[in-house]
C-alpha cells in the first residue's frame, strides 16, 4: 500500500530558513517588551517579584516544551534508522529465499529485487518532491511484478518452502510500508504553533523585565538565539528530507555493494 508523503509548512521543513525568521520573530519580541511595553506601561517597583515568578514559570515552561519535543524528534528519527536496517535486512532475506523458487521465476525475482532496492536507495536520498513521486510510482510498479511472481509460484506449487518466500516478500513490502510511514510521522504544526507562541511571549517578558540599557541588548541577542537555534535544532532532525540531519541508507547501501559482488 503506498502512503503518499503530508506536505509540511516550508517553514518547518527547512531549519535554515526556520532559524532566521525565528530569529527575527523572537528579536523582534524582546525589542518590543524592553522599547514599547516599558514605555506605555512602566514595571512598578512593588510587582517585580511577583513578575520575575510569572516570567521564571514561563521560561521553564518553554524549556520544557523544548525539550519534550525534541525528544519527539529525536525519537521518531531513530525510528526512522531502525526501520532502513529492517527493511534492508528483509530484501536481502528475500534475495537468498529465491534461490528456492525453482524455474526461471527465481531469477525474476533477483532482479526485480536489485531494482527494487535500487529505488528504495533513491527514496532515501532524494530532496525533489518531484523525483519522489517518480520514485513512489516505480516502487509501487516493481513491488506489483514481484507479488505476481510470488502468486504464480505459490499457485503453480503450493508447499511450506514457497509459503517462506511468499512470506518474505511479504515482509518487503511491508517494511516499506513501514519505513514511510515513519517519514511521515512528524510534530504536529500546532505544537509548533504553541512553542512559537510561549517562546514569543517569553522573549517579550525578557525584554520587558530588562532592569538596563545593557541587559536588554544582551537579552535581545542571546535569548533570541538560543531559542531560535533549538527551535531549528528540533526541525532538522524532524524533516527527513530538509535538514542537515538525515537518514542515510548505509544498510541498503551495504546490501547493494553486496549483491554486485
Known sequence: MRRAEIPMNPLINHPAILFVVMLVVMSSATALGALVLRRIRPLPAEVKDDFGIVQGATLTLLALLIGFTLS???GRYDQ???LEEEEANAIGTEYLRADLIEGPEAEQVKALLVRYLDQRILYYR?????QLQEIEAATSQIEDEM???M???ARAKPTPITGLVVSGMNDVINSQGYAEAAW????PVSAWGLMIVIAFF???MQ????RSENAKIILMLVLPFTVSLSLALISDIDSPRGGLIRVLPQNLLSLQASLKR
Open 72 to 74: 519527539m524528534a529525536v
Open 80 to 82: 526512522r534508522k531502525n
Open 126 to 130: 532524494t530532496r525533489d518532491s518531484a
Open 147 to 149: 507479488w505476481k511472481l
Open 151 to 153: 502468486r504464480s509460484a
Open 184 to 187: 511521515i510521522n512528524r510534530i
Open 202 to 204: 517569553s522573549s517579550m
Open 207 to 210: 525584554g520587558y523585565g530588562a
